[in-house]
C-alpha cells in the first residue's frame, strides 16, 4: 500500500469493508452500465495503481526495462493500449520518439494532459493504419489480455506487422497468471482490498476492493471492482474481464501469426522465462 495510507486509515478501510458487507446489498450497491466506467476514468485509472494494494509500485517498476529495451533495439516507439501515458510518458521525456494508442478518450486525455511530446492517437488496436513503421511495438503489462477473443488478436497482430519495420522487434508483456500461489491467491472468492486513493473530485478517500472469477474453459477473468466512499454507505460495482493467455498457448499464436520469437524473459529482471516467472515477456521479429 502507498506510503500515504496509515495503519490507522487501512483499519478503518477493513471496518469500512466488514461494514458494507453486512448491509444488504439492495441499500449499498450500484451497480454500473456497460457504458459507465470509473476503472477506465482516466483521473481514477492512475490513482487505483499508484496505490495499488498488493504492490505500491507497479506503476514504475518496468520502466527501466522498457527504457533499455528501447536503447537496445532503437526507436521510433509504438506502444499499444497506452492507456494514460504511463510507459509512453518516461520514454518521451528521455527525448525518444514514442507514439500511442489507446481506444480511451478518457486515457488519452490524461496521456495529453502529461506530454505533448509523444503523438497520442485514438485507434483500435485490431484496425489501425498510421501510415509509417516502427523500430519497436511494445504490448506492456496485461494490455494484451483486454482482447478477449482470438480473431481480435490476430487482427492486432496483423497490425503490428504492417507497422513494423523489418527488423523491428515486437515485444509482449504479460503476467503469468498460471503459477500455483497467482493461482491460489487471485481465484478465491472473497473480497479483497485493491486500491485505496484520494478521489479526484474531492470527495474523500476511495476504496476498492475486488472479487475475481476465473472461467477456465473460455480462460475469461472477471473482476468485479467495488468502489467506495470512506465516507459514504453507497457502492459502486463494476465487471472487467480479461483474457488469460497462456504463456504456451501465446507463443504459439505468435508463430502461427507471422513472428519468430527470439527471447521469452520471466521478469523485468531479464531472467530466462520458466513456468514459476511471474511475467511472460516475448520478444520478436518478423517471421521470413
Known amino acids: 500500500m502507498s506510503n500515504a495510507v496509515s495503519n490507522e486509515l487501512e483499519n478503518q478501510i477493513i471496518s469500512n469493508i466488514d461494514d458494507l ?9 450500484i451497480e454500473l452500465s456497460d457504458t459507465e466506467s470509473i476503472h477506465y476514468d482516466g483521473r481514477h ?3 487505483i495503481y499508484d496505490n495499488f494494494y498488493p504492490f505500491s509500485n507497479l506503476a514504475k517498476i518496468d520502466i ?5 529495451m528501447v536503447s537496445q533495439y532503437g526507436e521510433p516507439v509504438l506502444e499499444l493500449c497506452c492507456g494514460t501515458g504511463r510507459i509512453a510518458f518516461p520514454l518521451a521525456e528521455k527525448g525518444l520518439q514514442v507514439t500511442g494508442i489507446d481506444i480511451s478518450d478518457s486515457m488519452l486525455g490524461e496521456a495529453r494532459k502529461k506530454s505533448d511530446r509523444v503523438e497520442w492517437i485514438k485507434a483500435d488496436v485490431c484496425d489501425f493504419d498510421l501510415g509509417k513503421q516502427f523500430s519497436l511495438i511494445i504490448f506492456s503489462l496485461n494490455s494484451i489480455y483486454h482482447l478477449l477473443r482470438i480473431e481480435d488478436l490476430e487482427s492486432c497482430f496483423n497490425c503490428v506487422k504492417k507497422h513494423l519495420k523489418p527488423d523491428g522487434k515486437f515485444i509482449i508483456d504479460m503476467l503469468n497468471y498460471y503459477t500455483k500461489p497467482t493461482i491460489e491467491a487471485m481465484w478465491s ?3 479483497t482490498l485493491y486500491s485505496v486513493y484520494p478521489d479526484p473530485d474531492g470527495r474523500g478517500t476511495m476504496v476498492v476492493t475486488v472479487v475475481n472469477e476465473l472461467d477456465v474453459s473460455a480462460q475469461i477473468a472477471k473482476s468485479k471492482l467495488f468502489f467506495r466512499l470512506i465516507e459514504q454507505k453507497k457502492e459502486f460495482v463494476e465487471e472487467t474481464k480479461l483474457r488469460l493467455y497462456h504463456p504456451n498457448e501465446m507463443g504459439n499464436l505468435l508463430k502461427y501469426n507471422g513472428f519468430i520469437i527470439e527471447t521469452q524473459l520471466g521478469g523485468y529482471d531479464k531472467a530466462a522465462f520458466t513456468s514459476g516467472a511471474p511475467n511472460y515477456i516475448a520478444i520478436c521479429k518478423l517471421g521470413q
Request: aromatic share 16%.
Open 21 to 29: 458487507k453486512s448491509q444488504p446489498e439492495a441499500q449499498s450497491i
Open 64 to 68: 527501466p526495462f522498457w527504457t533499455d
Open 189 to 191: 472468492p472473497l473480497p
Open 45 to 47: 485509472y492512475d490513482l
